[in-house]
């Protein structure tokens, strides 16, 4: 029995359709000193989880993107809590922060215990567009 065989492009017909699963406007934090940056910076607790955010200079790079990172202490709980609760942010930031967030800032979302985890989807979008009201200064 022989396998079926591929199409000659390599990919289904309806697969340049689909979106890409990151924005391509997102780029993730990496280093500890922009963490450390935006510790430095603006803050924001809700209910949900705390968002820093900080407007990064002209002398550094990337300045069109939007760069974003996510922590979760072992306050959060356990390995897999803490993974649930990244996995949850990382999600709000996709789908979320690419059109709410502004070019030129660093934003960084930090889990909280019990909260992030559990707290339903739509409440965590409210609390990351009433966080970036805040953070932004725009009227309510």
């Not at 990382?90 to 709410?100: F, I, P, S």
Request: charged fraction near 30%; proline fraction near 6%; include cysteine.
């Amino acid at each position: 029995m022989t396998p079926p065989e591929a199409d000659v492009a390599g990919a289904t017909p309806d697969a340049t359709e689909t979106p890409p699963a990151v924005s391509v406007c997102l780029q993730t934090l990496a280093k500890r000193a922009d963490f450390l940056r935006a510790a430095r910076a603006r803050r924001q607790a809700v209910k949900g989880f705390i968002l820093q955010a900080r407007r990064r200079g002209a002398e550094e790079p990337d300045g069109a993107l939007i760069r974003v990172g996510f922590t979760c202490s072992k306050k959060v709980g356990n390995a897999v809590a803490r993974n649930r609760a990244k996995r949850r942010l990382r999600a709000l930031a996709r789908e979320h922060l690419a059109t709410m967030g502004r070019p030129g800032w660093d934003y960084v979302l930090i889990g909280r215990a019990g909260a992030t985890a559990e707290r339903p989807y739509m409440d965590l979008v409210g609390d990351l567009k009433y966080a970036l009201k805040k953070i932004h200064g725009e009227a309510q």
